[in-house]
């Protein structure tokens, strides 16, 4: 029993299934358990504190925003995935997209092509269901670059210095 693999508490049952097979077009919102076995472009999306969970099985593809509270993903999606309680990337699956999440397992094998935000529930600095964009550096928010001949920071910035002299 040392070894005994921890399981989500991401639990319920899936009331609803996409067929493999199945293609739709349009947004999806839904509370409770959706699995996916075909085709989905458009939004899913589950309401924050909901419990909701989605199952992305190996045959699947969403194009498109997830938006869920627990997100399992073997299959394919292209779109940003925002997952406020638990996001579960499988040794199969394929992502090409940025992951917000509070929670993250990762098997070995499954491919990412995009950016990984923690993020917490607990972060009262945005409004409730929204979820924080990583930060960009000061040069890029206000315009300026260095000129060329200038000298850099490492990061790429000018330091505030020499903005203000140079």
Avoid: W
Wanted: include cysteine.
């Amino acid at each position: 029993m040392l070894h005994k693999k921890r399981k989500a508490s991401t639990g319920g049952n899936l009331e609803t299934m996409i067929g493999s097979g199945t293609s739709i077009q349009g947004d999806i919102a839904f509370e409770g358990g959706l699995r996916v076995d075909g085709t989905v472009e458009g939004t899913l999306s589950a309401p924050d504190g909901s419990g909701s969970r989605l199952v992305v099985s190996d045959q699947a593809e969403i194009r498109g925003e997830v938006q869920v509270p627990n997100v399992i993903i073997n299959g394919r999606i292209i779109g940003d995935v925002r997952a406020s309680e638990r996001l579960e990337l499988h040794g199969q699956c394929n992502v090409e997209g940025d992951l917000y999440y509070e929670v993250i397992q990762m098997e070995e094998g499954a491919g990412l092509t995009g950016t990984c935000c923690h993020i917490s529930t607990t972060n009262h600095t945005t409004a409730p269901g929204q979820i924080p964009k990583a930060e960009k550096p000061d040069f890029q928010e206000s315009g300026e670059y260095p000129a060329s001949g200038e000298s850099e920071t490492g990061s790429g910035s000018r330091s505030k210095t020499e903005r203000e002299v140079g």
